[in-house]
T-cell receptor, first 112, second 116 residues
Framework: QKEVEQDPGPLSVPEGAIVSLNCTYSNSAFQYFMWYRQYSRKGPELLMYTYSSGNKEDGRFTAQVDKSSKYISLFIRDSQPSDSATYLCAMSAGAGSYQLTFGKGTKLSVIP | GAVVSQHPSWVICKSGTSVKIECRSLDFQATTMFWYRQFPKQSLMLMATSNEGSKATYEQGVEKDKFLINHASLTLSTLTVTSAHPEDSSFYIC????????????FGSGTRLTVV
């Protein structure tokens, strides 16, 4: 079983839809949970990070972490064509020099 | 916000030659930088952790003599792919975190290496 599982998609939604992206993980040591957005041929950019369980909201984006289920989610409200990208979840056992473990990424297309 | 500059953005080289990729933190100091490799439709795979002033730590299966990492200053890490072969063709990405700063790893824009 891989440490982080993420459905690679692709996922296609109409503009304005609510998008739900998810990852599951097996390592209970993970404490920090991140979502990155990666456009084609570019490096990932950090969208949100969450420490331990709970919700975090930033504009149209909401990140949820359920450590008891080892399940994290990213919700995108009122999706826009500019949201079309690959979304990667990433996790770390700690801050500082701790390495990140990534999911495979979900490719999202928002159709105008 | 924190910016990581990575150069070149793409490079084509002949088989057997070496290629150097630079990763610079532009407005912050980074004690630790990370080098990743990404194949098409695959996730980022950590190759090595680069520590300023000391030897890099390589992940299992990564040849340290082939992928030379130098982290000579708090703002610069380099990855040299030595004696490159077509199977080394990939997307290489570095990341860094500001020493003592808020949580968050900033990634470079990546380098697409094609070995012909």
């Amino acid at each position: 079983q891989k440490e982080v599982e993420q459905d690679p998609g692709p996922l296609s939604v109409p503009e304005g839809a609510i998008v739900s992206l998810n990852c599951t993980y097996s390592n209970s040591a993970f404490q920090y949970f991140m979502w990155y957005r990666q456009y084609s041929r570019k490096g990932p950019e950090l969208l949100m990070y969450t420490y331990s369980s709970g919700n975090k909201e930033d504009g149209r984006f909401t990140a949820q972490v359920d450590k008891s289920s080892k399940y994290i989610s990213l919700f995108i409200r009122d999706s826009q064509p500019s949201d079309s990208a690959t979304y990667l979840c990433a996790m770390s056992a700690g801050a500082g020099s701790y390495q990140l473990t990534f999911g495979k990424g979900t490719k999202l297309s928002v159709i105008p | 916000g924190a910016v990581v500059s990575q150069h070149p953005s793409w490079v084509i080289c002949k088989s057997g030659t070496s290629v150097k990729i630079e990763c610079r933190s532009l407005d912050f100091q980074a004690t630790t930088m990370f080098w990743y490799r990404q194949f098409p439709k695959q996730s980022l795979m950590l190759m090595a952790t680069s520590n300023e002033g000391s030897k890099a730590t390589y992940e299992q299966g990564v040849e340290k003599d082939k992928f030379l990492i130098n982290h000579a200053s708090l703002t610069l890490s380099t990855l040299t792919v030595t004696s490159a072969h077509p199977e080394d063709s990939s997307f290489y990405i570095c990341s860094a975190r500001e020493t003592g700063g808020a949580f968050g790893y900033t990634f470079g824009s990546g380098t697409r290496l094609t070995v012909v």
